[in-house]
Nanobody, 127 residues
Framework: VQLQASGGGLVQPGGFLRLSCVAS????????IGWFRQAPGKEREWVSC????????YYADSVKGRFTISRDHAKNTVYLQMTILKPEDTAVYYC?????????????????????WGQGTQVTVSS
């Protein structure tokens, strides 16, 4: 199983980027997909998640209203559309996948609950 995150780059404040998470070895439709980010010297934090079944979406308060997570079933890809980017969004962004059942309804916020991880893509927001 491999997850490949891409689409990062350098963007000015207020700009936008679209990150992609492409999977091989699994069909993403059957997995919850999450995006996390890690800034230098900080813990990896949860950003967004899309569920495997109903496609429900969830966002951290810090990105709600600015980021949108979505699936392209045909391309086995999950996207994170990021708009109105801020300097504090600067981080390495990782996608993760997990197909397990979880008792805790907020399990997706815990990085330790995710089974598969991509390698990360750098997002830098700076003028």
């Amino acid at each position: 199983v491999q997850l490949q995150a891409s689409g990062g780059g350098l963007v000015q404040p207020g700009g936008f980027l679209r990150l992609s998470c492409v999977a091989s070895g699994i069909t993403l439709d059957y997995y919850a997909i999450g995006w996390f980010r890690q800034a230098p010297g900080k813990e990896r934090e949860w950003v967004s998640c899309i569920s495997s079944s109903a496609g429900s979406t969830y966002y951290a308060d810090s990105v709600k209203g600015r980021f949108t997570i979505s699936r392209d079933h045909a391309k086995n890809t999950v996207y994170l559309q990021m708009t109105i980017l801020k300097p504090e969004d600067t981080a390495v962004y990782y996608c993760a996948a997990d197909g397990s059942l979880h008792a805790n309804s907020n399990w997706y916020k815990d990085k330790n609950e995710w089974r598969y991880w991509g390698q990360g893509t750098q997002v830098t927001v700076s003028s």
